[in-house]
């Protein structure tokens, strides 16, 4: 095509680009009788920009699935891939030791456990080994052992009790429903939820189920029954029927309970070698640990010795002497996916039955089982000098709740008792999990005709010892000389879990922490000194609690002395502002024009101004200091109000 000298030939990248099977050569006037029409040069256009965003999003995927399958990534979520490449025999051998350990500690535990969950015994033992099998793969922390615990079986009690006697459905349905909040919660990294729960809510919360428990336990030394579980009606039917105490009972738990104190001691001999001299020699090293595995296995040892016993009544004709645990079902667990609905002695329970009836359960479970587990893991992690991973620690226990439904587990957990046996054995690895899980496994199969002659009071001799460690009473001195605010929410969580249940204790314990912790922000304290131009300064940032109250503030600066006074507000601390906010200065800017009186801003930071900015708040006044901000009003103030008042909001971190 002919073009005047002048002109310069177009640019490549400018010139219209021919598009496959089509006729348009991008000539003037070049759009030949085969050309594609206008309309459809757009549809060409829309396909060719769905082409591109396809393939954007498949290379987003394909780097998303490349980094997931990264032997690092892999690394992260499968913890067993970094130590058993190092794997030697000398931490087989300690492992094998602890894991035993453990497992003499967890069998009595969980035969005792599953009567606090109202659930027949063989389901204590059922929710104690699986989870050792799945955390060893999944586990971040080598000292941690998952199995059932006083909490988690209180807990079940509370939410999943059956309308059935001794049916394990709603159990184990809670189980299953935890197990996928717990991993929906790793897989989502929000392991940092269990900051937001106060170390005074959740000693308050420990020491008042440790005291439910233990109490809920003195029938079985009585020897009574039909005693209710709500705390305040288990004391007093409790009291009520001390004359129906049953005298073998109550000697057998006595007994049990002295035993269990004198082995304790074993286990804590401080033995005080001379560090400078040769050390003790290798019969009395044998000597010293045996006394320490006897204190260790002390619950094993009192189980054991008081079904001796009471073996040795029933084969006299004495069968009435002691209440005992009776038959067990021997063997595994079928297994199988939980059932959500079921008919049994005439009664039909459906799914939405079973949901409705656990309710909160399936938001506070998960959540006690996160804090149970991540504060037990980071103290041995800080003990031992290594680090656990949160949101790792909740995909491993999200998948052992999981998997251990499938063989009729209730909701389990990190058990602080038994880490620190497993810590105190010398365990290497979580592969010591193995081990407890294969002695758990052999004791269903070859030991529950023996599990028939073990006396209840010896099973409430085990768990009262087990959770009267629990309390702490120390933490009010503590807390006394530190913080005496933080004496609120302790009182209050524990009375509140005592008094009305310790699912709602929980919930107001968080809820009057979370009021403390957010109080300060919404309710600053003011200080006026006299003046004429009123400086309202703020000490820490701007977010929606305190925008109501500092609207208060401001124009009552305004109406001071009766007068219709300008103000300067001290923005310089003011690291954020939500939209709230931004809708507060915008609400002050209309009042006080209304008043027609004078209100500035000074001393925003950049990056809070750009919100501003952007805001686009109409006739907002802004200084850069407050000195600027005092001027330009000082410019337009009367004779008759000289001067500059400094009103200074002070926003507490903690009440006096």
Same mark, same amino acid.
């Given at each position: 095509?002919?073009?005047?000298?002048?002109?310069?030939e177009?640019?490549?990248?400018?010139q219209?680009?021919?598009?496959?099977?089509?006729?348009?050569?991008g000539?003037e006037?070049?759009?030949?009788?085969n050309a594609?029409?206008?309309?459809?040069e757009?549809e060409?256009?829309?396909e060719?920009?769905?082409?591109?965003?396809t393939?954007?999003v498949?290379?987003a995927?394909?780097?998303?699935?490349n980094?997931c399958?990264s032997k690092?990534?892999l690394k992260?979520?499968?913890?067993?891939?970094?130590?058993?490449?190092k794997?030697?025999l000398?931490?087989?051998?300690?492992?094998?030791i602890?894991?035993?350990?453990?497992g003499?500690?967890?069998?009595?535990?969980?035969?005792?456990?599953?009567?606090?969950?109202d659930?027949?015994?063989q389901y204590g033992?059922?929710?104690?080994f699986?989870?050792?099998f799945?955390?060893?793969f999944?586990g971040?922390?080598?000292?941690?052992?998952?199995g059932?615990?006083?909490?988690?079986?209180?807990?079940?009690?509370?939410f999943?009790?059956s309308?059935?006697?001794?049916?394990?459905t709603?159990a184990?349905?809670?189980?299953?429903?935890?197990?996928?909040?717990?991993?929906?919660?790793?897989?989502l990294?929000?392991?940092i939820?269990?900051n937001?729960i106060?170390?005074?809510?959740?000693n308050?919360?420990?020491?008042?189920a440790?005291?439910t428990?233990?109490f809920g336990?003195?029938?079985g030394?009585?020897?009574l029954?039909?005693i209710p579980?709500?705390?305040?009606?288990?004391?007093y039917?409790?009291?009520?029927k001390?004359?129906?105490?049953?005298?073998?009972?109550?000697?057998?738990?006595l007994?049990c309970?002295a035993?269990?104190y004198v082995?304790k001691?074993l286990r804590?001999?401080?033995?005080?070698?001379?560090l400078?001299g040769p050390?003790?020699?290798?019969c009395?090293?044998?000597?010293?640990?045996l006394i320490?595995?006897?204190?260790t296995?002390s619950?094993?040892?009192?189980?054991?010795?008081?079904?001796?016993?009471?073996?040795?009544?029933?084969s006299?004709?004495?069968n009435n002497?002691?209440?005992?645990?009776?038959h067990?079902?021997?063997?595994l667990?079928?297994f199988k996916?939980?059932?959500?609905s079921? $008919?049994?002695? @005439?009664?039909?329970?459906?799914?939405? !039955?079973?949901f *409705?009836d656990?309710g909160? #359960?399936?938001? =506070? &479970?998960?959540l006690?089982g996160?804090?149970?587990?991540?504060a037990?893991?980071?103290?041995?992690?800080?003990?031992?000098h290594?680090?656990i991973?949160p949101?790792?620690?909740?995909?491993?226990?999200g998948f052992?709740n999981?998997i251990s439904?499938?063989?009729?587990s209730?909701?389990?957990t990190?058990?602080?008792s038994? $880490?620190a046996? @497993?810590s105190?054995?010398?365990?290497? !690895?979580?592969? *010591?999990?193995i081990?407890t #899980?294969?002695? =758990? &496994?052999?004791?269903?199969?070859?030991?529950?005709?023996l599990?028939?002659?073990?006396?209840?009071?010896?099973?409430?001799a085990?768990?009262?010892?087990?959770?009267?460690?629990?309390v702490?009473?120390m933490?009010?001195?503590?807390l006394w000389?530190?913080?005496?605010?933080?004496?609120?929410p302790l009182f209050?969580?524990?009375?509140?879990?005592?008094?009305v249940?310790m699912?709602?204790g929980?919930?107001i314990?968080?809820g009057?922490s979370m009021? =403390?912790?957010?109080?300060?922000?919404?309710?600053?304290?003011?200080k006026?000194?006299?003046g004429?131009?009123?400086?309202?300064?703020?000490?820490?940032?701007?977010?929606?609690p305190?925008?109501e109250?500092?609207?208060?503030?401001?124009?009552?600066a305004n109406?001071?002395d009766?007068?219709?006074?300008?103000?300067v507000l001290?923005c310089s601390?003011?690291?954020a502002l939500?939209?709230t906010?931004i809708?507060g200065?915008t609400?002050?800017i209309?009042d006080?024009k209304s008043?027609?009186?004078?209100?500035v801003?000074a001393g925003?930071?950049?990056n809070?101004?750009?919100?501003l900015?952007?805001?686009d708040?109409?006739?907002?006044?802004?200084s850069s200091?407050?000195q600027?901000g005092?001027?330009?009003?000082q410019?337009?103030?009367?004779?008759?109000?000289?001067g500059v008042q400094?009103?200074?909001?002070?926003?507490n971190s903690?009440?006096?």
């Amino acid at each position: 095509m002919s073009r005047d000298s002048g002109e310069r030939e177009p640019l490549l990248g400018n010139q219209p680009r021919k598009r496959a099977g089509s006729n348009y050569t991008g000539e003037e006037g070049g759009l030949s009788s085969n050309a594609l029409p206008p309309s459809h040069e757009r549809e060409t256009e829309e396909e060719e920009s769905i082409m591109g965003f396809t393939v954007v999003v498949k290379r987003a995927a394909k780097k998303q699935i490349n980094a997931c399958c990264s032997k690092e990534n892999l690394k992260t979520k499968l913890p067993i891939t970094k130590w058993l490449p190092k794997y030697s025999l000398q931490a087989l051998q300690c492992d094998l030791i602890a894991g035993l350990t453990v497992g003499l500690t967890v069998i009595p535990q969980g035969l005792a456990y599953a009567k606090i969950a109202d659930l027949p015994p063989q389901y204590g033992l059922y929710s104690a080994f699986m989870g050792c099998f799945v955390y060893c793969f999944l586990g971040t922390a080598k000292d941690i052992t998952l199995g059932p615990t006083a909490i988690m079986s209180l807990m079940t009690a509370t939410f999943a009790t059956s309308p059935i006697e001794e049916d394990a459905t709603y159990a184990i349905v809670l189980c299953l429903i935890t197990g996928c909040v717990q991993l929906l919660l790793g897989l989502l990294n929000l392991g940092i939820l269990v900051n937001f729960i106060s170390y005074p809510v959740i000693n308050a919360f420990t020491s008042a189920a440790a005291i439910t428990i233990g109490f809920g336990q003195v029938k079985g030394i009585l020897g009574l029954t039909h005693i209710p579980r709500d705390f305040p009606e288990m004391v007093y039917e409790t009291c009520k029927k001390i004359p129906e105490t049953k005298i073998w009972d109550l000697v057998m738990g006595l007994v049990c309970l002295a035993l269990l104190y004198v082995l304790k001691k074993l286990r804590t001999i401080n033995w005080n070698d001379d560090l400078d001299g040769p050390g003790p020699n290798r019969c009395v090293r044998f000597c010293r640990y045996l006394i320490w595995l006897i204190g260790t296995a002390s619950n094993a040892i009192v189980v054991i010795s008081a079904s001796g016993v009471a073996a040795i009544l029933i084969s006299q004709g004495k069968n009435n002497t002691l209440s005992i645990t009776g038959h067990l079902k021997p063997g595994l667990p079928d297994f199988k996916p939980p059932d959500f609905s079921y $008919t049994k002695d @005439n009664i039909t329970i459906t799914a939405s !039955t079973i949901f *409705s009836d656990i309710g909160a #359960g399936f938001g =506070i &479970v998960p959540l006690l089982g996160l804090v149970e587990l991540i504060a037990i893991g980071k103290a041995f992690a800080r003990q031992n000098h290594y680090k656990i991973y949160p949101s790792q620690e909740l995909i491993a226990i999200g998948f052992a709740n999981i998997i251990s439904c499938f063989v009729g587990s209730y909701p389990v957990t990190g058990s602080f008792s038994r $880490t620190a046996v @497993n810590s105190q054995s010398g365990v290497k !690895t979580p592969a *010591s999990g193995i081990f407890t #899980g294969v002695l =758990i &496994v052999l004791a269903l199969f070859t030991l529950t005709p023996l599990f028939y002659y073990i006396p209840k009071s010896a099973l409430s001799a085990v768990i009262i010892f087990s959770v009267i460690q629990m309390v702490d009473v120390m933490v009010v001195k503590k807390l006394w000389k530190t913080n005496k605010i933080d004496l609120i929410p302790l009182f209050i969580t524990f009375l509140s879990c005592l008094g009305v249940g310790m699912e709602y204790g929980i919930l107001i314990g968080i809820g009057v922490s979370m009021i =403390i912790l957010l109080y300060p922000s919404a309710r600053p304290k003011i200080k006026v000194e006299p003046g004429g131009v009123k400086v309202v300064k703020l000490d820490q940032g701007l977010l929606f609690p305190a925008v109501e109250y500092l609207q208060e503030c401001v124009l009552e600066a305004n109406e001071a002395d009766g007068k219709n006074n300008s103000v300067v507000l001290d923005c310089s601390h003011v690291s954020a502002l939500d939209y709230t906010a931004i809708q507060g200065i915008t609400e002050l800017i209309v009042d006080f024009k209304s008043r027609e009186a004078k209100l500035v801003f000074a001393g925003f930071p950049k990056n809070v101004l750009k919100h501003l900015q952007v805001a686009d708040i109409p006739e907002l006044t802004v200084s850069s200091t407050v000195q600027e901000g005092c001027k330009l009003l000082q410019e337009e103030l009367t004779p008759e109000f000289p001067g500059v008042q400094h009103i200074k909001v002070e926003f507490n971190s903690q009440a006096n």
